[in-house]
């Protein structure tokens, strides 16, 4: 049960780790089915996580933030294909400076906006919400102690401990307080208005939350003793936050768009033969342009992850290479989007051990030993390397990508 | 060998004609200072063939790109069905009912035949509907014109010629009533292209128009009901095919009489200057590209290899070039022995008395981007005639491309013109001359003629027959069959690496050698001589 426990645990790191990865690789695959080399995720992802974490602390809103960083991602993805398209410039070269730009730019702007050495505020989210009451619905012990802390004169009462406390010392007044607060909830109405109040009050704290925090899935807290199954869904599938969830969809939307859609025929088409493609009337410039469009999308609501929902502000470089992991998945899935998903849950998998593996000794016959560190962090490129090498076959790009495509004569 | 007639009433005989399919007149269009199309004009009448013969940049492509929607003419105007059309795009013309062939297939390769024929006409955002639907309307295509493909045949997987009918296919798919084709025998085997001639046949028959762009005479002839001849620019001749002949034809295109046969008296063999044996190549990706092959060539004689490009011939060449390493087999010249899988490079041929004309002039035969005196020297730049102590001797070099220059009537004599400014077949000059002029015991030529001009191309084949009259082994690759057969003594015919049969000049003829080119040995072709020709489809 231990060893179920730690797997679980270590999946549902998996997870969260794994989340910007493939929605960046997601990204990744449609710029580069579309015939344009994308080495710019990592300064896309930075450049979104920078802007969300910003605007998110600025304006308290992680909604906002989110839009902020799709735009500033889409920004960059458009500087991308005006280079790279419209005129004809080295998709590298392009990309490169993209991650140079943004590179510093974050950290000069945030140096000179929050003056915390490139670092972004950190976002909290407030209190629960409980502004909206409806009459005949339950009022437990916990309620009312946080009413008679809002309703405190002095302001002397801070949090609810503090009453806590003060009934346990023997404060009959404060007991009577919240005790003439409590409420039975009215039968049947009084339940059907709790339930809309608690969904009213959540559904408050998820638009003016500041950072993205799990959603409790229904039922989650009541299956949780449920053995196996109750482990599994309240921590594996419940808890993340909508991010996560929106990760997962987009890998079947992808490929639905990729596969079954005009798009998708377009697009993959534009990416082996662009001649063709023009001489079917359609115009390659706009169809690359869309595809970097979704690309840059993807890309900014995977850096928005990364500042407001994974961690609670923005830190200099923090996509830390995630760009590059998510290319690299997107060549080991041979630009296909449910082999992306895999092979972003392993790279993902593997950051998930080396947090755990971290300083813990390993015995293994007799000898103790503690795995460097730096091992741990080069697996995922090491395994890149390796696999690409030989194990997975050849990963036969797009035709046409890299190319500019110029009409012929 | 074609024996289909021509349309009945084509020309627009009849008392009322209907309007023509497709109507110039007066076309102009300029790039910068080159005058392409010339007031250009010519009718097609609906439900025939019409050919379009010229030489290479005599503005054939470019007229075809206007009507297509790729250019806008300068100046004149397009009638469609007799009424005055403006076309913008190529999704203008695909709606006016104009379809184009081009000679480098624009397909998908990894896609099906279905989804390349629905691409940019999928019917909705969704493709299971329009699949269904396409599937439908492509078999009744199928069925109507005798275009057998498998729907579901992933393009790459298809030999060319299926891959040209996948491109007719979705031209019909878009309703096109007139398809212009570009070129379309060009990567062909007589006997694909044969079939290429039915199935146009069967559109006309239809009631569909074909323009068929060419510089073959012989298709002209074949095929076409009408043809007009074009030379630099202009339209010289608007004729019915029934009224003209090959030699007519020629004298149009280039302006002046020319010779289609080559005159050569008979060959006086030597002794053997090239002997090969066994020889092995494998390219990069492990597939056998040379496959056992022996032969040998002797002194005053041309040997021809005949094949469809990308058989083997070019990595065969290349091979005895020193340009590529084949793995295994014996290669020798002028009786020393090579060898071969040892890293023998190009520079320790050319030691042995062998010369290379190239493949590919643009990028193994010229650096485009020196001047020609400086191409007239390479590979042969630490030759002592070119070199003063350490430096080049520029008067020497200047000197010796002038001669060339003058020698092959290379067009601007101007040794300082960068390569990339001459035309395509001076630029074949320019490096046949290089070659030749080094005396070689041994010449080999790759696709001496390739997008040169017939002018030209009269003036390269009397050379190399001087040179085989003069006592020097000649190895020929060219994909032009009719090349192959009026230039060498024997001919030696590849399909997938290996060397299909051998066949001496006097025996050679188009049917037998295309069969040989589609796989068929020589015997096997034998037995199947009184067999229907359209037995042999090249699977």
Same mark, same amino acid.
């Given at each position: 049960?231990?060893?179920?426990?730690?797997?679980?645990?270590?999946?549902?790191?998996?997870?969260?780790?794994?989340?910007?990865?493939?929605?960046?690789?997601?990204?990744?695959?449609?710029?580069?089915?579309?015939?344009?080399?994308?080495?710019?995720?990592?300064?896309?992802?930075?450049?979104?996580?920078?802007?969300?974490?910003?605007?998110?602390?600025?304006?308290?809103?992680?909604?906002?933030?989110?839009?902020?960083?799709?735009?500033?991602?889409?920004?960059?993805?458009?500087?991308?294909?005006?280079?790279?398209?419209?005129?004809?410039?080295?998709?590298?070269?392009?990309?490169?400076?993209?991650?140079?730009?943004?590179?510093?730019?974050?950290?000069?702007?945030?140096?000179?906006?929050?003056?915390?050495?490139?670092?972004?505020?950190?976002?909290?989210?407030?209190?629960?919400?409980?502004?909206?009451?409806?009459?005949?619905?339950?009022?437990?012990?916990?309620?009312?102690?946080?009413?008679?802390?809002?309703?405190?004169?002095?302001?002397?009462?801070?949090?609810?401990?503090?009453?806590?406390?003060?009934?346990?010392?023997?404060?009959?007044?404060?007991?009577?307080?919240?005790? #003439?607060? /409590?409420?039975?909830?009215? &039968? =049947? *109405? @009084?339940? +059907?208005?709790?339930?809309?109040?608690?969904?009213? !009050?959540?559904?408050?704290?998820?638009?003016?939350?500041?950072?993205?925090?799990?959603?409790?899935?229904?039922? #989650?807290? /009541?299956?949780?003793?449920? &053995? =196996? *199954? @109750?482990? +599994?869904?309240?921590?594996?599938?419940?808890?993340? !936050?909508?991010?996560?969830?929106?990760?997962?969809?987009?890998?079947?939307?992808?490929?639905?768009?990729?596969?079954?859609?005009?798009?998708?025929?377009?697009?993959?088409?534009?990416?082996?033969?662009?001649?063709?493609?023009?001489?079917?009337?359609?115009?390659?410039?706009?169809?690359?342009?869309?595809?970097?469009?979704?690309?840059?999308?993807?890309?900014?609501?995977?850096?928005?992850?990364?500042?407001?929902?994974?961690?609670?502000?923005?830190?200099?470089?923090?996509?830390?290479?995630?760009?590059?992991?998510?290319?690299?998945?997107?060549?080991?899935?041979?630009?296909?989007?449910?082999?992306?998903?895999?092979?972003?849950?392993?790279?993902?998998?593997?950051?998930?051990?080396?947090?755990?593996?971290?300083?813990?000794?390993?015995?293994?016959?007799?000898?103790?030993?503690?795995?460097?560190?730096?091992?741990?962090?080069?697996?995922?490129?090491?395994?890149?390397?390796?696999?690409?090498?030989?194990?997975?076959?050849?990963?036969?790009?797009?035709?046409?990508?890299?190319?500019?495509?110029?009409?012929?004569? | 060998?074609?024996?289909?007639?021509?349309?009945?009433?084509?020309?627009?005989?009849?008392?009322?004609?209907?309007?023509?399919?497709?109507?110039?007149?007066?076309?102009?269009?300029?790039?910068?200072?080159?005058?392409?199309?010339?007031?250009?004009?010519?009718?097609?009448?609906?439900?025939?063939?019409?050919?379009?013969?010229?030489?290479?940049?005599?503005?054939?492509?470019?007229?075809?790109?206007?009507?297509?929607?790729?250019?806008?003419?300068?100046?004149?105007?397009?009638?469609?069905?007799?009424?005055?059309?403006?076309?913008?795009?190529?999704?203008?013309?695909?709606?006016?009912?104009?379809?184009?062939?081009?000679?480098?297939?624009?397909?998908?390769?990894?896609?099906?035949?279905?989804?390349?024929?629905?691409?940019?006409?999928?019917?909705?955002?969704?493709?299971?509907?329009?699949?269904?639907?396409?599937?439908?309307?492509?078999?009744?295509?199928?069925?109507?014109?005798?275009?057998?493909?498998?729907?579901?045949?992933?393009?790459?997987?298809?030999?060319?010629?299926?891959?040209?009918?996948?491109?007719?296919?979705?031209?019909?798919?878009?309703?096109?009533?007139?398809?212009?084709?570009?070129?379309?025998?060009?990567?062909?085997?007589?006997?694909?292209?044969?079939?290429?001639?039915?199935?146009?046949?069967?559109?006309?028959?239809?009631?569909?128009?074909?323009?068929?762009?060419?510089?073959?005479?012989?298709?002209?002839?074949?095929?076409?009901?009408?043809?007009?001849?074009?030379?630099?620019?202009?339209?010289?001749?608007?004729?019915?095919?029934?009224?003209?002949?090959?030699?007519?034809?020629?004298?149009?295109?280039?302006?002046?009489?020319?010779?289609?046969?080559?005159?050569?008296?008979?060959?006086?063999?030597?002794?053997?200057?090239?002997?090969?044996?066994?020889?092995?190549?494998?390219?990069?990706?492990?597939?056998?590209?040379?496959?056992?092959?022996?032969?040998?060539?002797?002194?005053?004689?041309?040997?021809?290899?005949?094949?469809?490009?990308?058989?083997?011939?070019?990595?065969?060449?290349?091979?005895?070039?020193?340009?590529?390493?084949?793995?295994?087999?014996?290669?020798?010249?002028?009786?020393?022995?090579?060898?071969?899988?040892?890293?023998?490079?190009?520079?320790?041929?050319?030691?042995?008395?062998?010369?290379?004309?190239?493949?590919?002039?643009?990028?193994?035969?010229?650096?485009?981007?020196?001047?020609?005196?400086?191409?007239?020297?390479?590979?042969?730049?630490?030759?002592?005639?070119?070199?003063?102590?350490?430096?080049?001797?520029?008067?020497?070099?200047?000197?010796?491309?002038?001669?060339?220059?003058?020698?092959?009537?290379?067009?601007?004599?101007?040794?300082?013109?960068?390569?990339?400014?001459?035309?395509?077949?001076?630029?074949?000059?320019?490096?046949?001359?290089?070659?030749?002029?080094?005396?070689?015991?041994?010449?080999?030529?790759?696709?001496?003629?390739?997008?040169?001009?017939?002018?030209?191309?009269?003036?390269?084949?009397?050379?190399?027959?001087?040179?085989?009259?003069?006592?020097?082994?000649?190895?020929?690759?060219?994909?032009?069959?009719?090349?192959?057969?009026?230039?060498?003594?024997?001919?030696?015919?590849?399909?997938?690496?290996?060397?299909?049969?051998?066949?001496?000049?006097?025996?050679?003829?188009?049917?037998?050698?295309?069969?040989?080119?589609?796989?068929?040995?020589?015997?096997?072709?034998?037995?199947?001589?009184?067999?229907?020709?359209?037995?042999?489809?090249?699977?």
């Amino acid at each position: 049960m231990e060893i179920f426990t730690l797997v679980v645990l270590l999946l549902d790191a998996t997870l969260r780790v794994a989340t910007p990865l493939i929605l960046a690789a997601l990204g990744g695959l449609f710029s580069e089915r579309a015939g344009v080399v994308d080495i710019g995720l990592e300064g896309k992802m930075l450049g979104a996580a920078f802007a969300a974490a910003a605007t998110a602390s600025v304006t308290g809103s992680a909604w906002l933030g989110l839009c902020m960083g799709i735009g500033v991602s889409m920004t960059l993805a458009m500087i991308h294909a005006f280079a790279c398209v419209t005129h004809r410039g080295d998709h590298v070269v392009s990309g490169v400076a993209i991650n140079i730009l943004v590179a510093g730019l974050t950290v000069t702007l945030g140096i000179a906006w929050f003056e915390r050495g490139g670092q972004t505020p950190d976002l909290y989210n407030p209190d629960p919400y409980t502004g909206i009451e409806l009459p005949g619905t339950a009022v437990t012990t916990e309620d009312a102690i946080r009413m008679v802390v809002d309703a405190d004169p002095d302001d002397r009462l801070r949090t609810p401990r503090q009453v806590e406390q003060a009934i346990a010392g023997g404060d009959v007044e404060m007991a009577a307080q919240v005790e #003439a607060l /409590t409420r039975e909830p009215t &039968p =049947v *109405i @009084g339940w +059907i208005l709790g339930g809309v109040q608690d969904f009213a !009050n959540g559904f408050v704290d998820f638009v003016r939350e500041e950072r993205f925090t799990g959603i409790t899935l229904p039922l #989650a807290d /009541t299956v949780a003793h449920v &053995p =196996v *199954i @109750g482990l +599994i869904y309240s921590e594996l599938i419940s808890g993340h !936050n909508i991010l996560v969830y929106f990760a997962l969809l987009a890998v079947p939307i992808t490929a639905w768009v990729v596969y079954r859609s005009r798009f998708g025929l377009r697009l993959r088409a534009v990416g082996e033969n662009p001649a063709a493609v023009d001489t079917a009337g359609i115009s390659v410039t706009w169809m690359r342009y869309k595809a970097l469009m979704i690309t840059g999308f993807l890309c900014g609501i995977a850096g928005t992850y990364l500042s407001t929902a994974h961690n609670a502000s923005f830190v200099r470089d923090m996509t830390a290479g995630k760009g590059f992991l998510a290319l690299a998945a997107l060549i080991f899935a041979k630009w296909r989007p449910i082999p992306v998903l895999l092979a972003c849950l392993l790279f993902g998998f593997l950051e998930a051990i080396e947090a755990r593996l971290q300083g813990t000794p390993i015995n293994l016959l007799g000898l103790t030993f503690t795995i460097p560190v730096q091992f741990i962090q080069a697996l995922p490129y090491i395994l890149t390397v390796v696999l690409l090498a030989g194990f997975i076959g050849k990963a036969i790009a797009p035709k046409a990508i890299g190319t500019p495509y110029v009409k012929e004569r | 060998m074609y024996d289909l007639k021509p349309a009945d009433g084509a020309g627009g005989e009849l008392s009322a004609p209907p309007p023509a399919a497709i109507e110039l007149v007066g076309i102009n269009k300029h790039f910068g200072p080159v005058h392409a199309n010339r007031d250009i004009s010519m009718t097609v009448p609906r439900g025939t063939i019409h050919g379009i013969i010229g030489e290479n940049g005599a503005g054939k492509s470019t007229l075809m790109s206007i009507l297509y929607g790729f250019y806008q003419a300068d100046s004149g105007e397009i009638r469609v069905n007799g009424e005055q059309r403006l076309i913008r795009t190529p999704n203008d013309a695909i709606h006016m009912g104009i379809g184009m062939v081009h000679q480098h297939f624009m397909l998908v390769e990894p896609f099906t035949v279905l989804e390349n024929v629905i691409l940019g006409s999928e019917g909705g955002s969704l493709l299971h509907a329009g699949e269904a639907r396409a599937r439908e309307e492509l078999a009744h295509l199928e069925a109507e014109y005798n275009l057998d493909v498998s729907p579901d045949a992933v393009v790459a997987d298809l030999p060319v010629g299926l891959q040209q009918r996948v491109e007719i296919l979705k031209a019909l798919f878009r309703g096109a009533d007139t398809l212009i084709l570009d070129e379309p025998t060009g990567v062909l085997t007589p006997q694909e292209a044969d079939q290429l001639f039915r199935i146009l046949d069967t559109l006309r028959t239809q009631g569909k128009t074909v323009i068929l762009i060419t510089h073959k005479l012989r298709e002209i002839m074949a095929i076409t009901d009408n043809v007009s001849v074009m030379r630099a620019g202009q339209m010289v001749a608007n004729v019915a095919t029934r009224d003209t002949s090959r030699e007519q034809l020629a004298e149009l295109m280039v302006g002046r009489k020319v010779l289609l046969r080559v005159d050569k008296g008979p060959a006086n063999p030597g002794r053997p200057v090239l002997q090969v044996g066994n020889l092995n190549m494998v390219d990069r990706r492990g597939v056998s590209r040379v496959k056992d092959v022996s032969f040998q060539v002797r002194a005053g004689e041309i040997v021809g290899i005949a094949g469809v490009s990308g058989n083997g011939q070019s990595e065969l060449l290349s091979a005895i070039a020193g340009t590529i390493r084949a793995r295994s087999g014996e290669i020798a010249v002028n009786g020393t022995n090579i060898k071969v899988g040892q890293g023998v490079d190009a520079h320790d041929m050319r030691e042995l008395g062998l010369a290379h004309v190239p493949e590919d002039r643009i990028h193994e035969g010229l650096v485009t981007t020196f001047a020609a005196n400086e191409c007239t020297i390479l590979g042969y730049h630490d030759d002592p005639a070119y070199n003063k102590g350490l430096l080049l001797d520029r008067t020497a070099i200047l000197n010796t491309c002038e001669g060339q220059m003058g020698g092959y009537d290379v067009r601007p004599p101007n040794p300082l013109l960068k390569a990339a400014n001459f035309s395509g077949g001076n630029q074949q000059k320019l490096i046949v001359a290089r070659e030749m002029e080094r005396d070689p015991d041994l010449l080999l030529v790759g696709q001496p003629t390739r997008g040169v001009d017939i002018g030209a191309i009269e003036f390269i084949h009397r050379r190399l027959i001087a040179m085989r009259d003069a006592g020097k082994a000649i190895l020929l690759v060219s994909v032009e069959l009719d090349e192959v057969m009026s230039l060498s003594d024997r001919i030696l015919v590849m399909f997938d690496g290996a060397i299909v049969g051998e066949v001496a000049q006097a025996d050679a003829d188009e049917r037998t050698l295309g069969l040989m080119m589609a796989g068929i040995r020589p015997d096997e072709a034998s037995t199947s001589t009184g067999g229907t020709p359209g037995g042999t489809s090249p699977a």
